[in-house]
């Protein structure tokens, strides 16, 4: 779904309508681009720290954002997008289809100013009848003086996080479990990634107790998505597998939820999103890394034929569950789709999912919470990455001792612990399902799904998860 896209250009002598990001020490060049007059009034209003201007003319407008120094790299780089995003709003009231970005000085941060503004200007208006709720016709941001080919990936993965908030922020009346599906087989088709989407005779094939079980409510049949980016010359000789948790939507089940927990659970497809939103990236930009994305999904809804607490189902590893709340549904079908994962010998599995309410209490939005079994360097290096896209990460323990939370009396395990850790004793429960490959998992229940917008995170579907893989699949295995 292209809203925007960035072109990188020669450096312009004019532009109608411009945009100029500069930190602190290009101040001087500004008078480049500024009428004497409006070069004047910027000096004047700068040394009183004014840091944001802006300067009508009768062919456009010069918009001029100065960006302080001297901040860690990670720090400047998210003070870089927000200032973009903050400018996207402004040029949003005069209905411009063009603006040329150019920077002064250091350009370090230009892409990071733009990919603020991009990221700022999604919308959904599928659902919109009213057209002054169209809130702006900006169709283009041309870069002068960037590299073309960096240009050309942050447009991708751009795209890559608007198909993911897309599809968050469809509503559960048309993103049903085969909907998704043929979503992905037109991401597919599009961007030139395989994929195969397993019904529910081929899911009852493969014995996945979990999926089928958090299926038994519904009248709409699961679906199983398998798909694989295999790139001319792949940098690993074992496949990365992504897993995402696709629940369209949650009642919670029998274990029903609170009104106002309802409100939001379309997202609860939100590690669903996270992996197509990869798959888009790294396929748009020919990513050199051999993926394959399993997705299971289903809703999980409320019937006579559901499941009920005190229910015990097997799974497809063999493995017998006591589902002791049914508002636990995604680790069910996580840990079928974690035990598939072994056919492919993975060098590393990773799994995306809105899974607890334990980790946003715990986080807020401000961070993913993750824990696994991946090596140190694996972990530093997806650190790194969540620091440099500003989506960051942080570790939970997965100690032993939160694995004695989920011992069942009357079978292997059961699918809740105690009142407390309960993002850990999750993670605890997948991990169980993941022996033989190295493996994290990302519960991004706090930073998917925005109530209200913040910066270049759009309300409610935020597309997290989506540049952070790719940050990390690219520097980690390239």
Known sequence: MKQLTLTAV???????????????????????????????FFRQAYQREVNSFFFPRK??????????????????????????????????????????????????????????????SF????????????????????????????????????????HARRLLNEPFSYLTAPQLGEEAI???????????VLGKEKIEALKMGGLLAVNRASQ???????MEWVPVDPKNDQPVVLVGKGVVYDTGGYSIKSSDGMEYMKSDMGGAAAVLGAFVAASRNKLPVHLVGLIPV???????????????????????????????EGRLILADALHYAKRYRPSLVIDYATLTGAAVRALGNQAICYMGTASDNVKRAIEQSGFSTYERLVEFPL?????????????????????????????????????????LHLDIAGPVFAKVANGYKTKEGTGAGVRLTYDFLKHYFT
């Not at 312009?12 to 004047?40: A, H, M, Q």
């Not at 960006?67 to 400018?87: F, T, W």
């Not at 939160?402 to 991990?431: C, M, R, V, W």
Request: hydrophobic share 40%; net charge negative.
């Open 10 to 40: 020669q450096a312009k002598k004019s532009s109608p309508n411009l945009v100029v990001f500069i930190e602190r020490e290009g101040v001087d060049n500004l008078s480049d681009c500024l009428t004497p007059e409006e070069f004047f």
């Open 59 to 120: 062919s456009g407008a010069v918009w001029v954002r100065v960006l302080k120094g001297g901040k860690e790299s990670s720090i400047a780089r998210e003070d870089a997008r927000l200032a973009g995003a903050e400018v996207i709003k402004e040029v949003w009231k005069y209905k411009v289809d063009s603006v040329a970005l150019r920077t002064y000085g250091s350009d370090h941060l230009l892409l990071s100013f733009a990919e603020g503004m991009a990221l700022a």
């Open 123 to 162: 919308q959904f208006l599928k659902y919109v009848t009213k057209a002054e709720k169209k809130r702006h016709s900006l169709q283009s941001i041309e870069i002068e003086s960037a590299d073309p080919s960096a240009v050309v990936e942050l447009d991708a993965i751009i795209e890559a996080v608007f």
């Open 186 to 196: 037109a991401l597919g088709h599009q961007y030139g990634f395989s994929v195969e």
């Open 220 to 226: 709409t049949p699961p679906q199983f998505i398998v």
């Open 298 to 328: 289903t809703d999980n809804l409320v019937s006579a034929s559901g499941i009920v607490p005190g229910d015990i189902i097997t799974m497809a590893s063999g493995a017998t569950v006591e589902v002791l709340n049914t508002d636990a």
């Open 399 to 439: 100690w032993r001792e939160y694995g004695e939370e989920i011992k069942s009396q009357h079978a292997d395990l059961k699918n809740i612990g105690g009142p407390t850790a309960g993002a850990i004793t999750a993670g605890k429960f997948l991990e169980f399902f993941t022996e033989g490959y190295p493996w």
